[in-house]
């Protein structure tokens, strides 16, 4: 079956610090991956993605995201935490190129990011 | 317009009411997506409209109606609900889809309360 794993419901970061948000993905075959953020209140905000090439994907608001295939990973990163990133975060995995109607968006479970003063 | 627009954005209703969703885009999108979000829950998706026609349908309750008129409009036809169907409820709209390297726009939701 088709998954994605968000390890921790929530991460706390104080401001100005590195900031790291797990995902982990079970998608047989090459799947697209991505990041959204919902802020509160609001609808979803797509971040970022990785279709295929560089491993390393710079997306909105200072966010990049790393595939790592042999982990089967795209960690959500950010070099200096602000106040304003607090949101939740999904990662999201879409199986591939080819699936037509059943070729769906799988959501994680979602991380609260918390970023202190 | 890079905007999903949705309307009401609370809705508080009784169980035999009868009460409706707006949802409209003016991106040119062709792929149309209700989901329905409790509190820090991740979105379930209910149905996709793919060029107008009805592709997903998540086996939700008939409770729930949905309604594409065109391609830059999605209704979502509410009746006979239930309190657990509180929740947020997301459109959302992709270039072509579903699925594959779509990104989704989503809009800011519908907040509806069931009495």
């Known amino acids: 079956a088709q998954s994605v794993a968000q390890p921790e419901d929530q991460v706390n970061v104080a401001e100005g610090n590195p900031l790291t948000v797990k995902c982990t993905y079970s998608?047989?075959?090459?799947?697209?991956l991505f990041w959204y953020v919902q802020y509160p209140n609001r609808g979803l905000q797509f971040l970022l993605k990785?279709?295929?090439?560089?491993?390393l994907v710079k997306g909105s608001y200072g966010f990049e995201a790393e595939f790592n295939k042999s982990q089967t990973s795209f960690h959500l990163k950010k070099p200096s935490a602000l106040v304003s990133d607090s949101a939740l975060y999904f990662c999201?995995?879409?199986?591939?190129?080819?699936?037509?109607?059943?070729?769906?968006?799988?959501f994680g479970t979602g991380t609260l990011l918390a970023v202190q003063p | 317009d890079t905007e999903v627009t949705q309307t009401p954005k609370h809705l508080v209703m009784g169980m035999t009411n009868k009460k409706s969703l707006k949802c409209e885009q003016h991106?040119?999108?062709?792929?149309m997506y209700w989901y329905k979000q409790k509190a820090k829950k991740p979105p379930e998706l209910m149905f996709v409209?793919?060029?107008?026609?009805?592709?997903i349908n998540e086996s939700v309750p008939s409770r729930f109606s949905p309604e594409c008129p065109n391609s830059s409009l999605l209704n979502l036809h509410l009746h006979a609900l239930q309190p657990e169907d509180s929740a947020l409820y997301l459109c959302?709209?992709?270039?072509?889809?579903?699925?594959?390297?779509?990104?989704?726009?989503f809009g800011a939701g519908s907040r509806l309360t069931v009495l």
């Open positions: 998608v047989s075959g090459n799947p697209y």
């Open positions: 999201a995995v879409s199986p591939g190129a080819y699936g037509g109607a059943t070729n769906k968006l799988i």
């Open positions: 991106m040119g999108h062709r792929a």
């Open positions: 959302a709209s992709s270039l072509t889809g579903p699925g594959g390297a779509n990104v989704l726009t």
């Open positions: 409209y793919s060029y107008e026609k009805l592709s």
């Open positions: 990785y279709i295929t090439g560089d491993n």
